[in-house]
């Protein structure tokens, strides 16, 4: 299958956070010049320590700029529950967020990322996460909103 | 985040909107804690990279740092263990409201990660080897 827009970017060097987040605001037509900067430190979890998937949290960043709140009284419901159908869905096709599980590997550890960049993981399970991830959360950010209530 | 971008000087119409989905972890789903997601951003937006050529060590070490240093005041990252409250449902998110646990640990877990990350962002960078 033809490589999605943020395995495209993955492939020229872009880490899972970067690149997923990329993607989306490059579909959207979202420009910004803290895009991807923001996402940098989400690599391997945080800074390789192994937590949530960085494609997860791009994915989620994503969500917050197209159905986020900017002032603390706006709703959020919308972005919440976009978020959680999102995490769920992931884990149903990958198994897990958390890095450590997914990679099976420690990247917080200079030996660590070079066994890592030595392996098949970086293709067989990042990359698969990050295409996974942008397919999903298009999916979810493209659907048409239900007609409101009083319609 | 939006704190440390008004401490900052850094306006941009994503902020704070870029942060909404992480509250109680992911959605309420208990993972990393927001204050914690969005100290990472604000790393990011002062030392993160444009380009898969340029560096990003730097924006590594201070989200590593901070993390260890998180952990070492609050005892963990995640919104499950700070809170010890399940924050996925309804009924967890009322018994949430009613309780002491937004004032006694968020705003405490909120105030650490600002205080750290500012104390990080603002710390002068060293000499380069070659001065």
Same mark, same amino acid.
């Given at each position: 299958?033809?490589?999605?827009r943020?395995q495209q970017?993955?492939?020229?060097g %872009?880490?899972s956070g970067?690149a ?5 605001? @490059? *579909?959207? #037509?979202?420009e910004?010049?803290?895009?991807p900067?923001i ?6 979890g945080?800074g390789?320590?192994?937590?949530v ?10 969500i917050?700029?197209?159905?986020g709140q900017q002032?603390?009284?706006?709703d959020c419901d919308?972005? %919440?529950?976009?978020?959680q159908?999102?995490?769920r869905r992931?884990? @149903? *096709?990958? #198994? ?5 599980e ?10 660590g990322r070079?066994a890592h960049?030595s392996?098949?993981?970086p293709?067989r399970v990042c ?15 493209e ?9 | 985040?939006?704190a440390?971008c008004?401490?900052?000087g850094i306006e ?15 959605a309420g789903r208990g993972?990393?804690c927001?204050s914690?997601v969005?100290s990472t951003?604000a ?5 993160g990279?444009?380009e ?5 060590d730097k924006?590594?070490a201070l989200a590593q740092?901070?993390c260890?240093r998180?952990?070492?005041e609050?005892g963990?990252?995640s919104c499950?263990?700070l809170?010890?409250?399940d924050?996925?449902?309804p ?6 409201y009613s309780?002491?646990?937004p004032?006694?640990?968020?705003l405490?877990?909120g ?9 990080l962002l ?6 380069a080897?070659?001065?």
């Amino acid at each position: 299958m033809e490589p999605n827009r943020a395995q495209q970017l993955a492939a020229r060097g %872009y880490s899972s956070g970067r690149a997923v987040l990329l993607a989306v605001c @490059q *579909e959207l #037509g979202i420009e910004n010049e803290a895009i991807p900067r923001i996402a940098t430190a989400f690599a391997g979890g945080i800074g390789g320590r192994g937590d949530v998937c960085g494609s997860v949290v791009g994915s989620v960043m994503a969500i917050g700029l197209r159905h986020g709140q900017q002032e603390p009284w706006q709703d959020c419901d919308k972005a %919440y529950a976009l978020a959680q159908e999102f995490c769920r869905r992931f884990e @149903q *096709e990958m #198994g897990s967020l958390c890095c450590r599980e997914l990679t099976g590997m420690d990247l917080s550890t200079p030996e660590g990322r070079k066994a890592h960049m030595s392996s098949d993981v970086p293709i067989r399970v990042c990359l698969r996460a990050i295409g996974t991830a942008f397919d999903l959360v298009m999916e979810l950010l493209e659907r048409p909103d239900p007609p409101a209530a009083d319609d | 985040m939006l704190a440390v971008c008004q401490e900052l000087g850094i306006e941009n119409e994503l902020v704070p909107r870029i942060a909404t989905a992480f509250g109680g972890g992911i959605a309420g789903r208990g993972d990393v804690c927001g204050s914690v997601v969005g100290s990472t951003m604000a790393i990011g937006l002062k030392y993160g990279r444009e380009e898969p050529s340029q560096p990003r060590d730097k924006a590594y070490a201070l989200a590593q740092e901070f993390c260890r240093r998180f952990q070492e005041e609050m005892g963990t990252l995640s919104c499950r263990e700070l809170t010890g409250i399940d924050l996925s449902t309804p009924e967890g998110r009322d018994a949430f409201y009613s309780s002491d646990v937004p004032i006694r640990v968020c705003l405490r877990a909120g105030g650490v990660a600002f205080r750290l990350v500012m104390e990080l962002l603002e710390r002068p960078d060293p000499p380069a080897a070659d001065d």
